[in-house]
């Protein structure tokens, strides 16, 4: 297959392009490894298993792959586009080498990459989305509460977020309002994920970043503490991360203020809680129902970023508490790879 075709086709359908190669590296690998069964395939490439058999259903429904009690093997069909196959899965095998390594080196459980890097190519992010919306389903089973937190990346991950047969969750911001566009504050990324995932949800009306004395007083109203336990007690946590100092001013930070971040070193800032290179906790904190010692290690925590810019900041957030799941870019990926060289 001419590789200008497949460029053509990532214009066209760039949506479509990691279900192409998923299933082209399912053909090639068992055309390599065949017979071969589902879960045995899915443990070779790293990949849940419920993945590959949704692939592998898929192809055998296109007539290319065929199941037997020994495992699937290629159709004649399927073996006709063996050659096809490998030039598709090339860039999928290539991700998901960097996918492995940056699991590896972040700790993150699963690392899920797309094409390109938004800094240069803004409809990226939008793949970035798709992918995170998919892979938020995955990562919501047997959950009842998901808490989530506001920004660019989220909103489009929530507007990416497809419906389907409703499911039982209840779907909370996990920080208050900040700054003046509600669209990309957390009420209403929870608002939303729960009419696309068919739950329910529960709304702070708040602010953000209050003082601690505001934050007490605040937390014993019966309608805020409800809303407060949810978030304490959410199954999964999906949020964004941003570049401490351009969050610092969107927050209308004092100069002395940012200058003390900068002074410790802060890089990174997710759910109120800036973080230096290492991934401590050097600001912030402020948060009205998260702990900085609980993220990650009473929920399923889950980031989507992207953008060579945010490397950093990913790594940074990564190094501070346990991840199930990141979701971001190739310039992203790249980079932090580069960072984290031994």
Do not use: W
């Amino acid at each position: 297959m001419d590789t200008t075709i497949l460029e053509i086709l990532s214009q066209i359908a760039p949506d479509l392009m990691g279900e192409m190669e998923l299933r082209a590296l399912i053909l090639e690998r068992v055309a390599a490894l065949g017979p071969i069964g589902r879960r045995a395939l899915a443990a070779r490439l790293h990949l849940p298993e419920r993945e590959v058999r949704a692939a592998a259903d898929a192809l055998k429904e296109a007539g290319c792959l065929s199941q037997s009690a020994a495992g699937m093997t290629l159709t004649p069909a399927g073996e006709r586009l063996t050659d096809a196959a490998r030039t598709v899965s090339r860039g999928r095998r290539t991700l998901q080498s960097m996918e492995l390594a940056l699991s590896r080196k972040l700790g993150v459980e699963r690392v899920c990459i797309v094409h390109g890097n938004c800094d240069d190519d803004r409809s990226v992010l939008s793949e970035v989305a798709r992918e995170a919306a998919r892979q938020l389903r995955f990562l919501l089973q047997d959950a009842h509460v998901l808490a989530v937190s506001g920004g660019e990346t989220v909103a489009r991950t929530a507007e990416a977020v497809t419906e389907a047969a409703p499911m039982d969750i209840t779907v909370v911001p996990a920080q208050g309002g900040l700054g003046t566009d509600v669209r990309l504050q957390a009420n209403t990324q929870a608002e939303l994920l729960a009419r696309r995932l068919g739950g329910g949800y529960r709304l702070l009306h708040l602010p953000d970043g209050l003082t601690a004395d505001a934050t007490d007083g605040l937390a014993r109203l019966p309608q805020v503490r409800e809303v407060l336990e949810l978030m304490r007690g959410a199954d999964v946590l999906l949020y964004g991360v941003g570049q401490a100092q351009e969050v610092a001013a969107r927050r209308g930070m004092s100069p002395m203020e940012r200058e003390t971040l900068a002074r410790e070193g802060a890089i990174a800032e997710a759910l109120g809680f800036y973080f230096d290179a290492r991934g401590r906790v050097v600001g912030g904190g402020r948060s009205l129902a998260l702990e900085a010692d609980a993220l990650g290690r009473t929920n399923r925590a889950a980031i989507v970023a992207a953008g060579a810019s945010k490397a950093a900041t990913i790594a940074a957030v990564c190094a501070h508490h346990p991840h199930r799941l990141l979701v971001t870019d190739e310039g992203a990926a790249a980079r932090m790879l580069e960072l984290l060289r031994d």
